[in-house]
Structures are given as C-alpha cells and as structure tokens.
C-alpha cells in the first residue's frame, strides 16, 4: 500500500507528520491558540521546528497554559524559574520576548477586540491566502504581507518574530495554506 504524500518537511518523524495532518495550516481565530504559536514561533527562531514541537507540552506547564495575562505577569523569579527549567529553551533574551509580547498582545486585544481580529485583518477578505507550490523549494520563507505585519508589530515592540516568523506564524495558523499541491492535508 502507498503511503500518503504529505509536505516534505515533516518526514518520518510521528509527531511531526501528526502536527502536519492535524494542525498545520488549519485557519485559527482562537487567542489562545494564536498565542501559543506567537511563543513557540518565537522561541524557534534560529532552531528547527521540531526542536520546539518536542518542547510543546513542556512550554504549556511552563507557560501558565498559554494564558497572555498570566504569563505578561511573569516576573523576575519566574524568569529564573523558566531559565532553569530544562524542558524549553532556555535562553534569557527569548523568555523576556515571551513575557514582553504577551504584554503587547493583550494591547492589540484591547485596541482591535481580538489579536485573531488584528492578524486576520491584514488578509483580503479576511480569508486564507492558498498557494499552489509543487515542491517545498517553492515555498517562501516570507511576502510582503509578512513584511508588512512583522514590521508593524516590530514598531510595536514585539521582539523575536521578524518576517520569516511571522510568515511561520501565518502558515501554522492557516492564514496561508501552503500544503503543497498533492499533499493530503491540502
């Protein structure tokens, strides 16, 4: 029996293929959700996403489940707290970004209602961009729009989730569907 064509990226890992069936590129207009991949797309960067995926459920008890209000209420004992915990990457500048940002996105939940309602906002229509890439190789690492969203939350403040991020962030929550074109989960 042929096995199922998938993106190449998850490979044979069992976790990975789950995360790429299940979630990836799915459209997510949850907070929390949405700031849960704001943490773990930032805590990737420079890392592969596999590293972080293995850390998820470690990264959920470390951050108060993902709550934007709890964690934007760390303060310096739970940074110390985080930088000891061997279950997530422990780097200073990224956990103070995790804290800081959920700071931010708390502001942009007041200013636009939702942080869903800001991201989606910046889509025509307020619907997925669906690509049609034949192999991995035609997949961007960042748009425009990713640009365009970076920057403004960079003038915002956030740290740690420049353009290629943010274009990681957009895919994981289905703003953009790059499933390739035969891929199952398409």
């Not at 964690?71 to 930088?83: G, Q, T």
């Not at 200013?111 to 619907?127: N, R």
Request: charged share 25%; proline share 5%.
């Amino acid at each position: 029996m042929n096995e199922p064509i998938r993106c190449s990226w998850c490979g044979t890992d069992p976790l990975y293929i789950k995360y790429h069936d299940e979630e990836w590129g799915k459209p997510v207009y949850d907070d929390r959700i949405l700031f849960e991949f704001l943490i773990l797309e930032s805590a990737q960067a420079g890392l592969s996403w596999i590293t972080v995926l293995r850390k998820r459920e470690n990264y959920r008890k470390a951050f108060a489940d993902f709550d934007p209000e709890a964690v934007a209420n760390f303060n310096e004992a739970d940074i110390e707290r985080l930088l000891q915990d061997p279950g997530i990457i422990r780097n200073r500048l990224k956990i103070g970004a995790a804290i800081s940002n959920a700071k931010l996105f708390l502001n942009i939940q007041k200013e636009f209602g939702s942080f869903s309602d800001y991201m989606w906002g910046h889509l025509p229509g307020k619907k997925p961009i669906v690509n049609q890439w034949k192999t991995h190789k035609d997949t961007p690492p960042r748009t425009e729009l990713s640009d365009k969203i970076s920057a403004d939350l960079k003038k915002r403040g956030f740290k740690f989730f420049g353009t290629t991020i943010c274009y990681a962030h957009m895919q994981a929550t289905g703003m953009i569907n790059d499933h390739l074109e035969n891929c199952i989960a398409r």
